[in-house]
T-cell receptor
Framework: QKEVEQDPGPLSVPEGAIVSLNCTYS??????FMWYRQYSRKGPELLMY????GNKEDGRFTAQVDKSSKYISLFIRDSQPSDSATYLC??????????FGGGTRVLVKP | EPEVTQTPSHQVTQMGQEVILRCVPI?????FYWYRQILGQKVEFLVS????????KSEIFDDQFSVERPDGSNFTLKIRSTKLEDSAMYFC????????????FGDGTRLSIL
């Protein structure tokens, strides 16, 4: 079983819609969870950083962690064309080595 | 906002040649990393570096690879004898402390091996 998995998409939504992104992981020892945004030919840009279960909100972004299901989510409210990018979940393993999901490509259409 | 900078943005090299990729991490960060992303694939961990030594390395990081912090600001990745399969985006990252703190990434160097 792969450590961190994401649906590759693409996920196409109209401007203003809520974007819902998910990631599953296999190791129940994971405690910290991150979401990065990656534009084409750019590096991953940190969006959200959460610890353990629960919700965290930052502007239009909400991250959710459900440790019992080993499932993390990112929601983007009032999506904009500038939100079109690939969204990567990443989980630090021992030694802070980040394990990334494959990313979900999101396209927000005006 | 402080950022990680990488040079060059694109490097084209003949197979078998040595290549050095350069990074300037965020100035108060102590932990440094290299990752790579082959086109269409996941971002993969290569190596972490702290206090002038390697903390951890992946199985990808074989004897052809080395890292160095030659001065107080630069962090380099050297590939001694490049192979076609080394063609990828190479990302440098840095963080303040080791335990589960977020890593901040540069925009990468696209390495093309001919």
């Amino acid at each position: 079983q792969k450590e961190v998995e994401q649906d590759p998409g693409p996920l196409s939504v109209p401007e203003g819609a809520i974007v819902s992104l998910n990631c599953t992981y296999s190791n129940s020892a994971f405690q910290y969870f991150m979401w990065y945004r990656q534009y084409s030919r750019k590096g991953p840009e940190l969006l959200m950083y959460t610890y353990s279960s629960g919700n965290k909100e930052d502007g239009r972004f909400t991250a959710q962690v459900d440790k019992s299901s080993k499932y993390i989510s990112l929601f983007i409210r009032d999506s904009q064309p500038s939100d079109s990018a690939t969204y990567l979940c990443a989980i630090p393993a021992a030694g802070n080595k980040l394990t990334f999901g494959g990313g979900t490509r999101v396209l927000v259409k005006p | 906002e402080p950022e990680v900078t990488q040079t060059p943005s694109h490097q084209v090299t003949q197979m078998g040649q040595e290549v050095i990729l350069r990074c300037v991490p965020i100035s108060n960060h102590l932990y440094f990393y290299w990752y790579r992303q082959i086109l269409g694939q996941k971002v993969e961990f290569l190596v972490s570096f702290y206090n002038n030594e390697i903390s951890e390395k992946s199985e990808i990081f074989d004897d052809q690879f080395s890292v160095e912090r030659p001065d107080g600001s630069n962090f380099t990745l050297k590939i001694r004898s490049t192979k076609l399969e080394d063609s990828a985006m190479y990302f440098c990252a840095s963080s303040t402390v080791l335990s589960n703190q977020p890593q901040h990434f540069g925009d990468g160097t696209r390495l093309s091996i001919l």
